[in-house]
């Protein structure tokens, strides 16, 4: 039967990864970068602006804006084609050049905000915060519908429901789950669900060599690859219940593994996506999961966006 647009948001395959890592364990990945939008934040932006319209606080026509790495902002742009809002993202001039691109033709205007401390293709929380201060501005002098994904909690509850998802693919027990933070909508949705029918799965956010907040440790690098996530902040919902420990990427594992995913998998996925199944592959190594354990994660966006 002939679907929305909107139906393709959500309802990602489950893939098995077996050639990147042969062993110990196995690790399962959800496809979110063949949502329309190219990202895991599709189901983000579905869910806030459904929210929303639903409220009465975005009414029919009504201007859209947001802050985004790019993601959130193609995923709103999508989002707002089908729905008829004209749609601004501010982005930090230090994300990748192909996002601008993608939003502008999906009928965004995109303003791009100069970096504070960053550099390109490393996007700190300052650039950040530089970034959501022109959104707000834009937000005002347009009459628009502010998103503000890192305070919408409805984010989080649509990634329950691919944690929900993962629980009805998965062919056998599952045993931890991992997955890098930016506004930490999809670790605490999925790891929300995940624990709520397994108590006994384990937790773990990934943080960028230096930028480890969630690990309880002070920011002694801000820069890195990790584009769209690790800002060196606590996310304002965050949900210290829902992690059991905290793991680290470098920069020189992303690139490994973002090569690895691609030629050996087939999988042309972005940086964070890397990151997870570098993450994925050193908890089941690390002893601290069964030899036979089972990890999920998410594969977040496609590398075409970098
Ligand atoms: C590439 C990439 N990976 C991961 C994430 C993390 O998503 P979340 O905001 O749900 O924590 C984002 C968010 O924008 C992203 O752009």
């Not at 201060?133 to 409805?154: I, M, P």
Request: charged share 20%.
């Amino acid at each position: 039967m002939p679907v929305s647009v909107l139906d393709l948001i959500g309802n990602t395959p489950l893939i098995e990864l077996t050639r990147c890592h042969d062993g110990p364990g196995r690790i399962l990945a959800k496809a979110e970068f063949l949502m329309p939008g190219g990202s895991v934040k599709d189901r983000a932006a579905l869910a806030i602006l459904r929210a929303a319209r639903a409220d009465g606080r975005l009414q029919p026509g009504m201007p859209v804006v947001e802050m985004t790495s790019g993601n959130m902002g193609a995923g709103l742009a999508v989002v707002c084609a089908a729905l008829g809002h004209p749609f601004i993202a501010t982005m930090s001039a230090g994300n990748s050049a192909a996002r601008a691109r993608m939003m502008e033709g999906l009928g965004a205007r995109v303003v791009l905000v100069p970096q504070v401390d960053g550099a390109p293709g490393q996007v700190t929380g300052a650039d950040v915060t530089a970034a959501a201060d022109e959104a707000q501005r834009l937000a005002k002098s347009e009459s628009a519908f502010y998103v503000d994904q890192f305070n919408a909690t409805e984010g989080i509850a649509a990634h329950e429901i691919t944690g929900a998802e993962i629980l009805a693919q998965a062919d056998g027990p599952l045993d931890a789950f991992v997955a890098a933070v930016g506004t930490g909508s999809t670790y605490l949705g999925i790891a929300k669900a995940l624990k709520a029918a397994k108590p006994g799965i384990l937790c773990a956010p990934v943080e960028p060599e230096g930028s480890e907040p969630l690990a309880g440790k002070p920011v002694v690098k801000a820069r890195h690859m990790l584009q769209g996530t690790g800002y060196g902040t606590v996310p304002p919902h965050w949900d210290a219940a829902l992690m059991d420990f905290g793991l680290t990427v470098t920069d020189e594992d992303v690139i490994d593994w973002h090569r690895r995913l691609a030629t050996q998998e087939g999988l042309y996925v972005g940086f964070s996506a890397a990151a997870n199944v570098c993450a994925a592959s050193r908890l089941l190594a690390s002893g601290r999961v069964a030899r036979d354990a089972t990890v999920v994660t998410v594969l977040c966006d496609t590398g075409l966006k970098y």
